[in-house]
């Protein structure tokens, strides 16, 4: 039985921070996340800025992956949508950050559909190939349609800007990045809260149950695809903008393995968890790298392997993660809170 | 089993008077699987306000007949027809099960179908899903109208949390919980539908005498206070006597017998049908 905390309201039992302490906590977070720029170096709100955008597309993910069960390689290539229409909208006809990134959100939206398409009979590991697909073909389109992409050449667009600044540098770019994180982090928590977002776990948990209590299950799953791909979207998009440079060399497969396992390793279905993962997933390569520079006088010969240690530590991790922990980081991070709830009386 | 016998109870409230109408009517409905003939010509009808039995010997088809109603399986021949509140009457072969549950028919499985991973209230209040009108938008944004919409539905599945005894347990995930109360909570889903047609395969499959005398109460007052119409597939046949009032039996995908019963225990056809089946001997 749990005690401590009751409600008296349906309004409060449902709110997303329920109890005083997470108020707190989050309102402790929002400060942190206000005061940090003025504090970091360039090195680390550019690290600040890689962690938010790939939370907002690990949100994506997971909401196609963690909440509705639908395995998708794809997440490279939607996030290469999102990146060169952003890319294209402002290279070629001038538009501004607030209508390239919305527009490109809108594509990538329709092409997640289109690729979401197979799910109406393909479940687990076949539609996992399906979206492989999506993959290998919005690569072909992008390194080919050169006229449109640049081909394998770079596409640059001009830096964005933003009441009449210049969004160029780290620290500005900052806010928006980390805004939209937070935006989206909410989107996706008042979602799961409600009609919509409770019918993708339902599909998830028991597609056949969901169907039969009126759940329109191959609406809903494109749905999530849309939802999903949108986001993806909106991440390759500020990317984009961030970069001003974009090669699609950076959305290839190996990007939709690496946010697999960023919310594998974060925790599938779970927000945090997909903050927690991206950080997780964005720091140590930046760590493992430092500590190669700082051996490279010392110990080349060990400086040399890091790269492979690096691959070895992301298996091990996914591997232990899905062995020991399958709900992941934001699982653990539920135990620590769990133990100071009742902290100092941990029974 | 304690309960007072439904025949006289539903002739006390005058509950007869409104069961003529049929709700569901089932035409010659044949559906088989490669060689396997699951059901061949059945046909039965259901009337508004009462409890119907589907009984028979394992394998004789009725989970495929409630398949079929609930629209997961399609049948090759035949028809069924339900007559909804205002009377417009709807083919269900040719409809989605998603469809069919907006009509007003909800259902449990036999072998348990809940969301494991949500609680038990999240489960229930997918019960309200055909009832709620958020999409993406208003969901996102939790403002307002949606927040209203959520609170209000909260209400409707508090009183069937009350209804069903499982207060304690509304925040539970359900895959946490002892079977019995796995299979209350599915009720309490199906409820949530507030259906006009309610399907229930074996209800009471797997539990012991004290949670079958709960389950049965549950389902008469289902019947009778919340004013739903049921199909009951059931193989404990004290309770099939006890709660119906009327029962089909089916055999090798046949319909090998119908009526009330004491009618229908009595057949000849049904006792041959059931020679061997040992449970239903023990507590004819
Ligand atoms: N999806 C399916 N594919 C193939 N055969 C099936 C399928 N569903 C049912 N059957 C077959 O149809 C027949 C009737 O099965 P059904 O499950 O309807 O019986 P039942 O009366 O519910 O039995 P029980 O009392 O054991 O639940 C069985 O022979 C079964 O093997
Ligand atoms: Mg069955």
């Given at each position: 039985m749990e005690s401590g905390v009751f409600f008296t309201t349906y309004k409060a039992d449902m709110g997303l921070r329920r109890k005083p302490v997470h108020k707190v906590r989050l309102l402790v977070f929002v400060a942190f996340l206000i005061i940090f720029p003025f504090l970091a170096s360039r090195?680390?709100?550019?690290?600040a800025n890689q962690i938010a955008i790939a939370?907002?597309?690990?949100?994506?993910?997971?909401?196609?992956?963690?909440?509705?069960?639908?395995?998708s390689l794809g997440q490279g290539a939607f996030m290469a949508v999102g990146a060169y229409s952003a890319g294209i909208f402002a290279a070629r006809f001038g538009l501004p950050i607030y209508l390239n990134v919305p527009l490109a959100c809108l594509i990538t939206a329709a092409v997640g559909v289109f690729f979401g398409l197979p799910s109406l009979r393909l479940k687990g590991l076949y539609l996992a190939m399906a979206t492989l697909a999506a993959q290998v073909i919005v690569e072909w389109i992008i390194t080919h349609w050169t006229s449109l992409t640049g081909g394998t050449e770079a596409l640059v667009m001009p830096a964005p800007t933003l009441f009449g600044q210049r969004l160029n540098t780290d620290f500005r770019f900052y806010w928006i990045a980390v805004s939209m994180a937070l935006l989206t982090a909410l989107f996706?928590?008042?979602?799961?809260?409600?009609?919509?977002?409770?019918a993708f776990v339902a599909i998830r948990d028991q597609d056949i149950a969901a169907e039969v209590i009126g759940v329109d299950v191959f609406r809903y799953k494109l749905l999530a695809f849309a939802i999903s791909s949108f986001i993806a979207g909106l991440a390759g998009a500020l990317l984009a903008n961030y970069r001003t440079i974009i090669s699609w060399e950076r959305f290839t497969i190996e990007t939709s393995i690496f946010y697999l396992a960023v919310i594998i390793i974060g925790g599938l279905g779970?927000?945090?968890g997909s903050f927690f993962g991206a950080a997780f997933m964005t720091?140590?390569?930046?760590?493992?790298?430092?500590?190669?520079?700082a051996l490279q006088t010392t110990a080349p010969a060990v400086a040399g392997l890091l790269p492979a240690v690096q691959q070895a530590i992301f298996g091990l991790a996914i591997i232990l993660f899905l062995v020991l922990e399958p709900e992941g980081l934001a699982k653990l991070w539920r135990n620590v809170k769990d133990y100071f709830y009742v902290w100092p009386f941990s029974y | 089993m304690t309960l007072s016998n439904r025949s006289t109870a539903a002739g006390a409230t005058g509950a007869d008077t409104q069961t003529d109408v049929a709700m569901l009517r089932v035409q010659d409905v044949t559906l088989s699987f490669g060689g396997v003939t699951a059901l061949l010509d059945v046909g039965f009808e259901v009337r508004r306000g009462e409890i119907f039995a589907l009984i028979g010997p394992n394998g004789a088809g009725k989970t495929s007949m409630l398949n079929c109603i609930s629209g997961l399986y399609r049948p090759q021949q035949g028809s069924i027809r339900f007559t909804d509140a205002q009377g417009a009457s709807h083919e269900l072969t040719r409809l989605k099960p998603s469809h069919i549950a907006r009509l007003g028919i909800a259902r449990t499985f036999q072998n348990i179908e809940l969301f494991r991973h949500m609680s038990v209230l999240d489960n229930l209040m997918l019960g309200r899903h055909v009832h709620m009108r958020g999409n993406v938008f208003t969901c996102g944004l939790y403002w307002g109208r949606q927040q209203q919409e959520e609170i209000a539905h909260r209400e409707r599945v508090e009183d069937i949390i009350d209804f069903l005894e499982i207060e304690n347990i509304r925040h539970k995930p359900v895959g946490t919980l002892a079977y019995g109360l796995q299979k209350r909570v599915e009720l309490g889903r199906a409820l949530a539908l507030d259906p006009a047609l309610l399907l229930l395969?074996?209800?009471?499959?797997?539990?012991?005498?004290e949670e079958k005398e709960?389950?049965?109460?549950?389902?008469?007052?289902?019947?009778q206070e919340r004013d739903v119409t049921i199909i009951l597939i059931e193989h404990d046949m004290g309770v099939v006597m006890d709660i119906s009032d009327?029962?089909?039996v089916l055999d090798f995908g046949r319909k090998i017998s119908e009526g009330r019963p004491e009618q229908v225990r009595n057949d000849p056809l049904v006792i041959q049908a059931y020679l061997g089946e040992e449970q239903f001997q023990l507590r004819w």
């Open positions: 090195y680390w709100l550019n690290l939370t907002i597309s690990a949100i994506g993910l997971n909401i196609l992956v963690g909440y509705t069960g639908q395995i996706a928590a008042n979602l799961f809260r409600s009609r919509v977002g409770r779970t927000i945090n720091l140590l390569p930046a760590f493992i790298n430092n500590l190669g520079r | 395969d074996e209800p009471m499959a797997g539990m012991n005498v709960d389950m049965a109460r549950f389902i008469l007052d289902t019947n009327r029962v089909t």
